[in-house]
């Protein structure tokens, strides 16, 4: 009897302790975290505004491709990566996939005032100017127009890999992708990019491992929910291009994610059976002895 009471005391203090102290650990050490918004119900947007692709074809070739390239349009890069990294801070991306990349709405608040867009203001307070110009000056119209043109010359399909060079390689590589030929590697110089960020992005190799898928989407989503402060700006990538992005970093990080799972999967069966004869065999013996 006397054992019985010891054992309730010692399990009664142990729950006490559990819930007074992991809960507790657990809201410090992972603060509840929004889903991500693939609205983008923040942004000052399209406004519902339903653009002319052609008039918006005259507006890009006239303000946007002295920096960003369109190769599928036929504007080539007027810059090597070194030369553009050094006068912009980071590689412009092309911009023949920005149409399916973006969400549409991010993408005209982007064109309109990057800073705003990508949650950077923190960065930006004035002395730094962000190295694309803001287009408010230009009409709401005008905004949806270079967006409907956008949309109409980016890809119906992309592979992971190229959403994933599209959306990210200006600033991250992700070496394991491509250990020898080193065409993974990240768009914009280290020495650049890092004066650029104040920080070198880190290679995203591993990252499905070590942050793992949730954690991924809600940091690209809104990289400030994660680490409150950061330099990397918001990219605005729609919910499915999001997907391909982590996608790839599961085939270059965790390429044996399909086999790990269908092993475990045969390994429950093994113990399920084998379970079964154990206690086949336990009764067969018990039937002997008596
Ligand atoms: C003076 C050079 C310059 C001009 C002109 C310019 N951009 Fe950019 N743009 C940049 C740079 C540099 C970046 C990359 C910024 C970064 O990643 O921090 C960028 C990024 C972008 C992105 C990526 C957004 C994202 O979420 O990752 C899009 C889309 C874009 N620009 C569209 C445009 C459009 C459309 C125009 C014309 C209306 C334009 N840009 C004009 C320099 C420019
Ligand atoms: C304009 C440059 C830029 C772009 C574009 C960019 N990042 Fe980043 N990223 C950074 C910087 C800088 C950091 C380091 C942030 C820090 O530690 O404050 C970072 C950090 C990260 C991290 C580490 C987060 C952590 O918990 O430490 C991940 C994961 C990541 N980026 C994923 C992506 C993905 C995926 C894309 C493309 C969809 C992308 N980034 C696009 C600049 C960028």
């Not at 990057?114 to 950077?120: D, E, G, H, I, Q």
Request: charged letters at 20%; one cysteine or more.
């Amino acid at each position: 009897m006397r054992e019985l009471k010891v054992f309730a005391v010692v399990v009664i203090v142990t729950l006490i302790t559990y819930w007074g102290v992991e809960p507790f650990a657990h809201s410090q050490m992972h603060p509840h975290i929004d889903a991500p918004d693939y609205l983008y119900s923040d942004v000052d947007g399209l406004k519902g505004i339903v653009g002319n692709a052609e008039a918006g074809a005259e507006l890009v070739a006239a303000n946007c491709t002295a920096c960003h390239s369109i190769e599928s349009q036929g504007f080539p890069k007027i810059m090597d990566n070194a030369t553009a990294a050094a006068s912009y801070g980071v590689v412009p991306p092309d911009l023949g996939s920005a149409g399916k990349l973006y969400d549409a709405n991010y993408l005209a608040a982007f064109i309109k005032d990057p800073v705003t867009a990508s949650k950077l203001a923190h960065v930006y307070t004035g002395e730094k100017a962000h190295p694309m110009p803001a287009y408010n000056w230009m009409s709401d119209e005008e905004i949806a127009n270079i967006v409907a043109y956008l949309q109409s010359i980016a890809p119906a399909e992309m592979s992971n890999k190229e959403v994933f060079t599209n959306a990210c390689s200006r600033c991250h590589g992700i070496k394991y992708a491509d250990m020898m030929g080193g065409s993974m590697a990240a768009q914009t110089p280290k020495a650049d990019i890092k004066a650029y960020m104040g920080k070198l992005p880190p290679d995203l190799s591993q990252y499905i491992k070590s942050r793992g898928e949730n954690y991924l989407h809600e940091f690209i989503n809104d990289p400030q929910k994660h680490l409150h402060g950061t330099a990397m700006p918001r990219v605005g990538l729609t919910k499915a291009s999001e997907d391909q992005v982590v996608a790839y970093m599961t085939e270059v990080g965790d390429s044996k994610k399909a086999e790990r799972n269908s092993t475990g999967l045969n390994v429950l069966a093994y113990l399920v059976i084998f379970a079964i004869f154990a206690w086949l065999w336990k009764a067969k013996i018990w039937r002997e002895v008596h």
